[in-house]
């Protein structure tokens, strides 16, 4: 794991990795679900 020391970016830090890991499930569901709409569709 990467170490950050605490400081006056370590909030800003924190937020930004949560929202990257957020984004990246919720743009593997949507992908998801568009392949398996693809797939019941044909």
Do not use: H, N
Not at 18 to 35: G, K, P
């Amino acid at each position: 794991m990467i170490s950050v020391p605490f400081g006056p970016l370590f909030l800003p830090y924190v937020l930004l990795v949560t929202l990257s890991v957020y984004l990246m499930v919720a743009l593997l569901i949507t992908i998801e679900r568009q392949a398996a709409k693809k797939q019941l569709s044909s």
